[in-house]
């Protein structure tokens, strides 16, 4: 199936089971359509969202997989952070509905088409959408809430670790 | 008396160990019952929900010490917030807790409720639970085993009995302020519930 994919669109192999396509956005419902029509990757399993804040972009990907669950395509697109819109997949797919919601709470992308982009997970959120870069979570937190005495003296986890495996290291080695 | 073994009567009678209650007799029975017949409103927040299945049931059977679930709030005592509580979460908590006829307690279970535990940078997850409602015990642990919460619920029942500690729905009605002033910061003028009836929708 994936040899008719080929006829029509530069398929990158990313291994046995994954293939990935690159694609603008205006030819994201075209695409997927003919995919979802002509191949056997006929449902949409997920889409997932990347913030790339330095060249200005989201990256987004819709995960189709096949009857069976056993291969994956990857649709990639790219749409500007600033007024990010896409059309919705609503037409093709009925679940795309909820992941659409999920990344319009997110990330502020409109889908033009879905009707239920409002509150989902974060009710009365009033701030820029949380998983956006530019939003500073650490300082919302202490701006947001009181914490209880005795946080000071917190240790960095990973540095704490380290100095205890070398520390039980040289315990071990002067043994020796 | 023997050596080695403890003089329970001096122990009782030493001023330090003395109960010192204000309780009437008539009260300190009604406190007793109290204590014996804990219901549990059946509702979980989190993770901590899936220690309270083993502790209901014949593993650790808590039924055996007076306590039992309950469907809803309005026959409830205890309401257990078992985790860390987002904010869509706490509006429901404070719901059902508003909805529980008085006396009512509340016990937090696990780390996420005392100091947001592993959620404590997180954007939408509350820090500290008695901010919002009052919690009258807290079991610490991530998670709590069902030993550390039967604990928890014994030294609850000895609080209630003795009335060694002003309960929390008392202080939810006397520094009512202060806790509606804090749920307020986080949810905005909008603050749930509202329990003015709805007459214009009853016509419909």
């Not at chain 1, 669950?69 to 093709?92: F, H």
């Not at chain 1, 500073?136 to 380290?162: C, H, M, P, S």
Request: proline share 3%; glycine share 4%; aromatic share 12%.
């Amino acid at each position: 199936m994936i040899k008719i994919l080929k006829k029509h669109y530069e398929i990158e192999e990313k291994g046995e089971r994954l293939f990935k396509i690159y694609i603008k956005k205006e030819d994201l419902l075209k695409t997927i359509d003919f995919i979802s029509l002509s191949s056997n990757f006929m449902t949409l399993s997920q889409i997932s969202c990347a913030d790339w804040i330095e060249d200005e972009i989201f990256t987004l990907n819709y995960i189709l997989t096949t009857e069976k669950r056993d291969k994956n395509l990857m649709v990639e697109t790219n749409i500007p952070r600033i007024e990010s819109k896409l059309p919705t997949l609503l037409n093709i797919f009925p679940q795309a509905e909820v992941m659409e919601r999920d990344l319009h709470e997110m990330y502020g992308i409109d889908f033009i088409g879905n009707h239920t982009l409002y509150d989902f997970a974060l009710e009365d959120w009033k701030e820029i959408p949380p998983l956006r870069r530019e939003f500073d979570t650490l300082k919302y937190v202490n701006e947001q809430f009181d914490f209880r005495a005795g946080r000071e003296d917190n240790k960095d986890v990973k540095a704490e670790i380290k100095r205890r495996r070398a520390e039980a290291k040289r315990l071990k080695n002067a043994k020796k | 008396m023997q050596e080695g073994f403890i003089d329970y009567q001096k122990v009782l009678e030493n001023e330090e160990h003395a109960i010192k209650s204000t309780q009437s007799v008539i009260q300190k029975a009604v406190d007793w019952f109290r204590s014996k017949s804990m219901f549990v409103l059946a509702y979980g927040t989190g993770c901590g929900a899936i220690e309270m299945p083993p502790t209901f049931t014949s593993r650790y059977d808590i039924e055996r010490i007076g306590v039992v679930g309950v469907a809803t709030p309005r026959q409830a005592d205890i309401l257990i917030v078992s985790g860390y509580c987002s904010y869509k979460t706490l509006k429901r908590v404070i719901r059902s807790y508003e909805q529980m006829s008085e006396p009512k307690y509340v016990i937090a279970l696990g780390s996420c409720t005392i100091n947001g535990g592993m959620y404590w940078d997180s954007y939408n997850t509350i820090k500290r639970l008695e901010d919002y409602i009052p919690v009258d015990m807290f079991v610490n642990g991530c998670m709590p085993r069902p030993e550390a919460l039967i604990e928890g619920f014994v030294k609850l029942q000895a609080n209630i009995k003795d009335a060694k500690r002003e309960a929390g729905y008392i202080r939810y009605r006397e520094d009512n302020k202060f806790y509606k002033n804090n749920q307020r910061k986080i949810f905005g003028e909008n603050i749930e519930p509202s329990y003015e009836a709805n007459f214009a929708g009853m016509n419909q």
